[in-house]
């Protein structure tokens, strides 16, 4: 048994106020598959945050059936997605997008963004027509799967680039949370439903039980999107459960809360670390970070903590991945950091 | 507004005893994805009580994606699966199944159970090879879309032709629990495990927030299971959550007590309805019940219930769905009761 | 050893007019995919038939891969098709609709000609959204598998209610050639290219090597269809081929007098066998009819000739299905008649 | 107009043999879908060759098609296929494996080749079960996309690695007559059915008017392979036409003539611009050379040849695809090769 676990941010269960209205609300009747008032009421106050009225709001149970449905529910089976390499869909979903029936274009990225000039190459390749497959959506993931986040002039690139070149801009927000309460971040709700086409809001790995919620902005991508979420199996009966996962979280600004302790927590360990002298694979200013440590220390450290390894760095040293999240203890915080230093392996 | 929603069994939240799991042990660390204590608890529970040590146990979210994981994993693409066109798979999942690139056969039946006689019909009507799809897989509900249930007898007679001809039995049991605990049920949980293939044990509909537990027994259907779970959008991260609802359910067998309380309810109504002289489409003896009554009538219990049509029965009379639940109050069928008999409407 | 054969319309080879022009044409340099100077003069001979300059042509190779092609084009995934349970698409394609994701809804239909009524009950079956399939795309064929053929008037029905009703109408044409030009036929292809979204041209079963010409007329329908069928499989390298089929039956009406002969042959036997009593399972006008006849005739019948079982009528007779093409020979067709009636068995 | 098209292997009809024998045999009657006589002595053929009585052989019409049948046969949805990134089925299909539903894990090789430390690496990078794709499946072509031919030491290495690390191995052999009549090849079809598990032979590359001969070996692979050529839409109802054109190439080993004399004139080629001082991407002893010319001469020479580009080289040069084939005459190599020294441009 290690003293704490840095494996992910979906180690516990969730914030207290969501179990509360759990029970409170737990012998009301409600309609099923979404039409209760619980999610009615959640949907509203995300659409006044990103002031979209015309928005559609769907909550789904997870962040691979969010992309999934989404996915297969954009594209026609000639069109591709474009992602980075390390993108969730392109290297964490068992092939859940091919599934569906669409290639991805993966590009390799050394920190876990996409460019414009990613896109660009990507069309370029794809000139033969018919031979070979269309891209037509672009996809991200705020914060990214190295912990990075996009700014505002980023995203402005990517959205601007899209609109001319006929192609869908969707943000995977499982960890969106985390992204926009990140002391580097310049970008609001707002912005992103202005420049993309659909994007979702996590809620698993920002204190809810379960649930994503998607949001589609682009009036073409609304039509018929409620038949694609039963079709993959992603329309839960009871979808109280996820209303009221949304509801406590977008009620007095607890999402935004969560997140920013959540950095806060991983921002102290790349402090300490920074300090100490390491270094990490990525400049990531969330609550995922990549510390480059000696294999030695590696060891050590995997004994009495629990995190994931993200690979090799060099000939002694590995880079392992921490995740900090809501329910993180700043004293487990400091005990690891206490802990690696006081191995004084270098 | 209603007085009371006799719709779904899935309108309220889930058993008190779950919250209060949830509660307790919300800020114990656990791995994700189903490797968290309770879960494997919750497996040793359901192994237990079917007496098979070899099962493979696995939690989904919904019955829907129960159903498309299953067939989409059990099944090659030329393969198709035998179904009532009542199933749920037929006509109520958006055409989840042909989504992952299977056909249903779809038979009709009267009262929603499959028999022998179906099958043999469906292979005989797919001999040219190989201009047809190949059925390969059997698919029924326990209880069925209409109320009914298989008896020992008929799954042993399925069970039989099945292993003879080459053909897995699969059983959707998102209302499993209302079927064992009927009055006029003979076969148990292990029965079950020891006459089919696969099959799952539905949560959402007996008193939890979520989850479908499915169990595979055929050993060719294990391998690489979870990966299809994973493919198809099913793999919680916090599988906590659904390993706790089987947990409370399968301890001190809370799961056969909330089924019971749920096929009382309807029978209730049932013996109301019958002393009163009206009929019902089949002989249902569980929580979902299909009383014909006059359309007038039904005019009139529309403006103070809640519930769906099932269908036009003759030129006065149609039937309707009524389905109670754990939740469902015993004075609230009382009143539903009498409300309809002072109608005087026949 | 049979004396013949008329279990379909594609035992023999191609009229000797293609052999010929493969011949000539041999060692000409082409480009390939269907950018050969054959298949463009072959378009534009159909595209003054039916009297549509912006109608879009592309040939495939057979008629499961036209169908497939068109209908995984055609629909969103969550969009499902209506055709007659005796549809090749439903009934003799293995899967191939479902296997690229979507639900056909079949109706049955005593003599394989789909109406208005039968959509109308589909389209009412399928309102519960989004639980179900969204019916979007109407699959006839012309002429059917039962040997029947649709009127002007029958198209002018169903054609008006796909248009009312947002629904696309699709002809297959495998054996659209023996439809029109049957003696009871009383459309053109000018008419089908008014009346549908899309179809094709049969050239496999009318005298072709190979060969089915898709003719797409609807705007929204083009888009992009090449992609479609390259990455179906069924784009062909040496496209040539494709388009010397056609150049060649659209050249001075060779199409239509195969298809004139291929009926005239059918015809004569239906004729001879209702004049000495026999009837048949439908009224067909062209090249494949249905007759029912007492088991004991079919019996020493098959000994002589070579044919297929549609399947039982009653306790004595069963259907026979008899197909006659551009190279059946008139003798062998006298023969089978005198052979038959020689039996005197009814 | 050019003067002569160096394109592609596939810009002529087909060897004279196979006309004159389509010719006499066309008003023979043949059953359907293979069961041809033609289609069953081909087979026989083929057998012999390689010395494998049980393996089973199926002729469809072209090389995508081939591709996906075979893929989507030999995998379960959760499992993928290994393919450089440059091989026909990751660049040039449009998508057509990912639309059967399975991820293609492509890995960059600079001569086309696959090898076993490339296998290796994919295999490692997807130990993270159950969230990643299970690689299954080992797809090579030979000859390659660039031209390159796998030696009887590369193909047994591969062949040892996949039986050791329980993957299958598969030889797209589109251009299989140019590898293994290439004066470098030391392989025969019979090494080649010793060390594979499934492969095809091309024709509409080497002289056939279209078809490919797919070749299973492994047992395990054989089972219902007829089902998926049927579902794809791969199935010729005039079986006959495909059988003919095998019959025809290897009786009297035309098959390897044909394929002889378009490695031939793409060698002269390649002599001939190496002794000018031109150099080549890749090591090519095959029909498909892909010279690194000027830009200025490549503008030149596309005047008044036809031909692919491959992409640029550097600022002043880029690399071109010449292909020859079987019909390809030595006049308009020997005049391709005088047209390019005569503009000294280097």
Known sequence: MVKYNFKDDYSEGCHPNILKKLSETNFDQQDGYGDDEYSREAKELIKKLIEKE????????????????????????????????????????????????????????????????????????????????????????????????????????????????????????ARLGPAISSIENDITLKDIAELTDIFYIGGTKNGALLGEAIVIINKKLKEDFAFHIKQRGGLMSKGRVAGIQFLELFKNDLFFQLATHADKMAQKIKTGLEEAGYSFLTDSPTNLILPVLPDKLIKEMQKIYGFHMWGNFDDNRSTIRLITSWATKEEAVEEFISDLLSFNIY
Do not use: W
């Not at 599934?99 to 963004?113: E, F, L, M, Q, R």
């Not at 069309?123 to 990075?148: A, N, R």
């Open 54 to 173: 015309k928005a559609e709001i769907y909550f789904v149970s997870g962040g691979t059936q969010a992309n999934l449905v989404i996915i297969s529910s954009v594209l026609r089976s000639h069109e591709s997605v474009i992602s980075v390499s390390t993108g969730h869909i392109a290297s964490h979903e068992a092939g859940a997008i091919e599934a569906t029936g669409h290639k991805i274009n993966s590009v390799d990225s050394p920190d876990g963004k996409l460019r414009v000039d990613d896109i660009c190459k990507v069309l370029k390749e794809h000139e033969l027509v018919p031979h070979m497959v269309k891209p037509k959506l672009v996809y991200i993931s705020d914060s990214t799967e190295m912990g990075t986040i996009y700014k505002k002039e980023d995203l402005k690139e990517l959205s601007d680039y899209c609109k001319n070149n006929d192609l869908y801009l969707f943000i995977d927000g």
